[in-house]
């Protein structure tokens, strides 16, 4: 599945998923925009990338500014001429008693979750209207769209726009040949995958926690020109959890 010559942007990725999804796409060969805040780690990114003989630019983003959206678009299009794929991972979480949640808190996590995947996407599919193929753009969700834990009202209200917004947007942007889907990761470990527990494990239908690159996996499916019959799918990624009835005895 090679993406040679194909142009991706990755909200978030200089960390976790993201950084797991923006290494798949370098090893099939695409040049890979990276947009986060974290500087340093964004540049770590691309010297690892670099390293691996791929290709990739990192562009300083903060996803609740539009005019830092319309740069990152603006700035890929000039160094590479246009934009195939868009992966929106960017993404916060605080869990927070709701009695307990300010405003400001609130706002700041549905603008850079949730108000953030409707800019990056319209700002990217200015470009991909004018690619002979059109585009791809793949939306991270949360199996916390579906279910939920306490005091995470903000969060699962974002994911669950997130749902909504990408069957709008594969209607709304179909006519120009992009196509829009979202996945939705369970418990995707991130960092200390070695220091799970077994019963982290043996709880998931599937035996095992997830890890970034089953997320990348899918983004790889998603957004493969041959799998252009796809759009306006929420694909679940989980081992299973959301499936399994669970009761307290």
């Known amino acids: 599945m090679s993406f040679q010559d194909q ?4 909200t978030g990725a200089a960390n976790g998923i993201g950084k797991g999804v923006a290494l798949a796409y370098a090893e099939k060969g695409a040049k890979v925009v990276l947009a986060d805040m974290d500087e340093e780690k964004g540049a770590q990114l691309v010297q690892e990338i670099t390293n691996k003989q791929g290709t990739a630019l990192f562009v300083q983003t903060d996803v609740r500014k539009e005019e830092d959206i319309v740069s990152l678009m603006k700035e890929t299009a000039a160094k590479y001429g246009k934009i195939n794929v868009l992966i929106n991972n960017a993404g916060v979480s605080r869990w927070k008693s709701p009695y ?14 949730l108000r953030s995947v409707f800019l990056a996407s319209r700002e990217a599919a200015k ?3 004018n690619n ?10 949360s ?13 699962a209200a974002t994911k669950g726009g997130i749902s909504a917004l990408t069957h709008a947007l594969a209607i709304s942007l179909g006519d120009d040949s992009i196509r829009v889907n979202a996945i939705s990761p369970g418990w995707i470990e991130t960092s200390h995958y ?3 527990r077994h019963i982290d494990h043996t709880q998931h239908p599937s035996g095992r926690v997830g890890k970034p690159s089953d997320i990348a996996r899918a983004c790889l499916y998603f957004t493969h020109p041959e799998n252009d019959f796809v759009t306006g799918e929420n694909l679940i990624i989980d081992g299973g959890m ?3 009835m669970i009761y307290e005895h």
């Not at 142009?7 to 990755?10: A, F, L, N, Q, T």
């Not at 307990?100 to 979750?113: A, H, K, M, P």
């Not at 199996?143 to 969060?155: G, I, L, P, Q």
């Open 132 to 141: 002979e193929s059109g585009g791809s753009i793949v939306n991270m969700a």
């Open 7 to 10: 142009v991706v942007i990755v």
């Open 100 to 113: 307990e949640l300010t405003l400001e808190e609130w706002d700041d996590i549905i603008n850079t979750n």
């Open 242 to 244: 959301t499936r399994k």
């Open 127 to 129: 470009y991909m209207r």
């Open 143 to 155: 199996t916390r769209a579906f279910m939920s834990e306490k005091d995470t009202e903000a969060y």
């Open 194 to 196: 070695d220091e799970l």
